[in-house]
């Protein structure tokens, strides 16, 4: 068992439906973990509070990761703290339907904002104080439309199939320092973001039903784990057969 004690973890997107369940995967080590979402909600102050019962420290940083002007939010944090980084599980996302042929500038201005600047702003931002060891980690959230989209998918579909170029692509650049960079692309996840869909999409999965976000979670963790030492460069389809269909 990989222990996760003394690690710093920054996850964006925590508060989210799948960041909710990465989250906890390593709240019950002594570690600092470093939490990034937008807005401050009565809902997402109970989720951290709960946390905050738990052996790791909890940092909760307000950020919008598509706006240059804050990520010194991220680096005065580092700094004051004198911390090395482990981990980068960037979950951060938006979903809005758009049609290409006749695509809304600002869906896809916002898309690839959100889905593909916010990661590699925030992995930018970091590198600086990664620590460049074997054991350290990058893991994007991707989706399994960069492979097979629906209709009304296909500007997220886009943001989504260069977050993989950019995790490969990265993943060549670090491999002199032997740091391990994956994506993971999730189906149909039972959360906020797909809830409306249930019931139009369930059937069309082959295993006739959506993943649960700690499914997504565990792969997170696996990843993280020494037993994936080795994979790097790769993107995980967590998907229950829908892409191979
Ligand atoms: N759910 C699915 O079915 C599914 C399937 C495939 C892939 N994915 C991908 O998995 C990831 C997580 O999805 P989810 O369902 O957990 O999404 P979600 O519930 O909508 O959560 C999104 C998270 O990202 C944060 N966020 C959004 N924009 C941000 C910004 N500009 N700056 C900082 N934080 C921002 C939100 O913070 P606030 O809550 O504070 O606004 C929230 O914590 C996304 O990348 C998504 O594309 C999801």
């Known amino acids: ?141 991707s989706s399994v439309t960069a492979k097979k989209a629906n209709i009304g998918q296909g500007i997220y579909a886009i943001s989504k199939s260069a977050l993989n170029t950019y995790t490969k692509c990265l993943a060549q650049e670090l491999y002199r320092y032997k740091i391990p960079v994956n994506s993971i692309s999730p189906g149909f996840v039972k959360t906020a973001m797909s809830e409306k869909h249930y019931t139009t999409f369930k059937n069309k999965v082959p295993f006739k039903r959506f993943a649960s976000p700690t499914e997504v979670a565990d792969l997170v963790l696996f990843l993280t784990s020494s037993m994936a030492d080795y994979i790097t460069g790769e993107n995980f389809i967590i998907d229950g057969g829908f892409s191979n269909l």
């Open 1 to 141: 068992m990989t222990s996760y004690d003394s690690k710093t973890i920054i996850i964006s997107g925590a508060t989210g439906g799948i960041g909710r369940e990465v989250t906890p995967k390593f709240s019950e080590y002594e570690c600092n973990l470093i939490l990034l979402h937008k807005n401050r909600s009565t809902q997402s102050q109970q989720y951290i509070n709960k946390l905050s019962n738990q052996k790791a420290h909890i940092n909760e940083l307000i950020i919008d990761l598509t706006n240059p002007d804050e990520m010194n939010i991220i680096e005065n944090l580092l700094q004051k703290k004198h911390l090395k980084v482990d981990f980068i599980i960037n979950c951060v996302g938006i979903f809005l339907p758009s049609l290409l042929s006749n695509c809304d500038i600002s869906i896809l201005d916002k898309t690839l904002s959100n889905n593909l600047l916010a990661p590699i702003s925030l992995i930018r931002t970091v590198f600086p104080y990664l620590a460049l060891r074997s054991t350290s980690r990058i893991i994007n959230i």
